[in-house]
């Protein structure tokens, strides 16, 4: 059973375009995180949310928890090459068990 | 040399070999991680330390072996391993057993089992 389902699996979009990426589960959590990977490397922590209804930005992203705290949503403006690569949510849910999701691969094309 | 580095960056085994992957943290971080990463699967924590201890196992198969001498220093011992093992092996540290605590990644030993 999948705990962490991230949509869309694949993105490509143009450079300067908006897009929404989705962390869901049917599961609570007590704390999630967004992390980015890129080619060759390990997965670098972008922000961790803790509060539902949270939302934290990081200059052009802007991440959100959901009320529930069983689902988040991460938003890139005016998105740049620079953004490519693969997000990544992952979170402790009330058991303390840490998951990571299924991944969405971003492509910026310049 | 700063942050979480790990040795070798790329390894081909036979399924009969026995290797080891090392991992190097220069943070002075107290929890220490192994995770799997396989393509078209989630990230999968592996082995959790903190303080030198294994707190915890994510039912790995016992030809995956961990070793943590030092607060520093993490090893996976691989034996008769088989060709789905094939993966990247992500070696990450913390400052505390805290998920909300930052986990700092290596790049990373992607690893073929022939």
């Known amino acids: 059973t999948q705990l962490l389902e991230q949509s869309p699996q694949f993105l490509s979009i143009q450079e300067g375009e908006n897009l929404t990426v989705y962390c869901n589960s049917s599961?609570?959590?007590?704390?999630l995180q967004w992390y980015r990977q890129e080619p060759g490397e390990g997965p670098v922590l972008l922000v961790t949310?803790?509060?539902?209804?949270e939302v934290k930005k990081l200059k052009r992203l802007t991440f959100q928890f959901g009320d529930a705290r069983k689902d988040s949503s991460l938003h890139i403006t005016a998105a740049q090459p620079g953004d490519t690569g693969l997000y990544l949510c992952?979170?402790?849910?009330?058991?303390?068990?840490?998951?990571f999701g299924t991944g969405t691969s971003l492509t910026v094309i310049p | 040399e700063t942050g979480v580095t790990q040795t070798p960056r790329h390894l081909v085994m036979g399924m009969t070999n026995k290797k080891s992957l090392k991992c190097e943290q220069h943070?002075?971080?107290?929890?220490m991680y192994w995770y799997k990463q396989s393509a078209k699967k989630p990230l999968e924590l592996m082995f959790v330390?903190?303080?030198?201890?294994?707190?915890e196992n994510n039912s790995v198969p016992s030809r995956f072996s961990p070793e943590c001498p030092n607060s520093s220093h993490l090893f996976l011992h691989l034996h008769t391993l088989q060709p789905e093992d094939s993966a990247l092996y992500l070696c990450?540290?913390?400052?505390?057993?805290?998920?909300?605590?930052?986990?700092?990644f290596g790049p990373g030993t992607r690893l073929t089992v022939l």
């Open positions: 949310v803790v509060t539902g209804g």
């Open positions: 992952a979170g402790e849910d009330t058991g303390n068990q840490f998951y």
């Open positions: 990450a540290s913390s400052q505390d057993r805290i998920y909300t605590d930052t986990q700092y």
């Open positions: 599961s609570v959590f007590s704390s």
């Open positions: 330390y903190s303080l030198e201890e294994r707190v």
């Open positions: 943070l002075g971080h107290n929890a």
